[in-house]
């Protein structure tokens, strides 16, 4: 079964230095989530994409958060400068039609620790 | 803020029995309704999902749907160890127009 591909599994980094994480979304898919999990918490939406247009980032950080998917496949997450707070699990997602009514299908997620 | 309400747990019950999940949530406007179950430390995965009012069966998972009270439950029957996860509900298609996780709730399954 294809899957949703991420990458790095993990990521250690120091407060106040950059870190990026990409999504390969399952092909074919046209939209892609990006997600945050604290632990203990379900996931909250960072930013949507249909194709390569941004749906929704109303809970996406600006000041310090960007996203992009240039060419409506592929997605690069990036936080600059992290902070600790951002310590969680980064989930990518994708699904085939627009909208929520479809099934999400999860990455295997990118946990970062911010020391 | 449009919300998903779970109790947390952790809920825990003997292999075999029944495990009951609910979820409670604010947007009546809701049209898709989904459990994923996320084991310790992965991603979460689709056991169910459901759209219309009533039950839906899968194996020894039934989802349970009343739109009226804003209420969509989980039942797990004949519950083996390899249940203990964190079962998340999931609610979309609403006016905020994403996907709305609840916080989940953990199940443990004694042996």
């Known amino acids: 079964e294809a899957e949703v591909a991420q990458s790095p599994r993990y990521k250690i980094t120091e407060k106040s230095q950059a870190v990026a994480f990409w999504c390969d979304p399952i092909?074919?898919?046209?939209?892609l989530y990006w997600y945050r999990q604290i632990l203990g918490q379900g996931p909250e939406l960072l930013v949507q994409?249909?194709?390569?247009?941004?749906?929704?980032d109303s809970q996406l950080p600006k000041d310090r958060f960007s996203a992009e998917r240039l060419k409506g496949v592929d997605s690069t997450l990036k936080i600059q400068p992290a902070e600790l707070g951002d310590s969680a699990m980064y989930l990518c997602?994708?699904?085939?039609?627009?909208?929520?009514?479809?099934?999400?299908?999860f990455g295997e997620g990118s946990r970062l620790t911010v020391l | 803020q449009k919300e998903v309400e779970q109790n947390s747990g952790p809920l825990s019950v003997p292999e075999g029995a029944i495990a009951s999940l609910n979820c409670t949530y604010s947007?009546?406007?809701?049209?898709?309704f989904f459990w994923y179950r996320q084991y310790s430390g992965k991603s979460p995965e689709l056991i169910m999902s459901?759209?219309?009012?009533g039950d839906k069966e899968d194996g020894r998972f039934t989802a349970q749907l009343n739109k009226a009270s804003q209420y969509v439950s989980l039942l797990i029957r004949d519950s083996q160890p390899s249940d203990s996860a964190t079962y998340l509900c999931?609610?979309?298609?609403?006016?905020?127009?994403?996907?709305?996780f609840g916080k989940g709730t953990k199940l443990s399954v004694k042996p």
């Open positions: 997602a994708s699904s085939l039609g627009r909208g929520t009514g479809g099934r999400l299908f």
């Open positions: 092909s074919g898919h046209a939209t």
């Open positions: 994409f249909q194709d390569e247009s941004v749906v929704d």
């Open positions: 947007d009546r406007g809701s049209q898709s």
């Open positions: 459901i759209y219309s009012n």
């Open positions: 999931a609610v979309g298609g609403g006016s905020q127009g994403n996907l709305i």
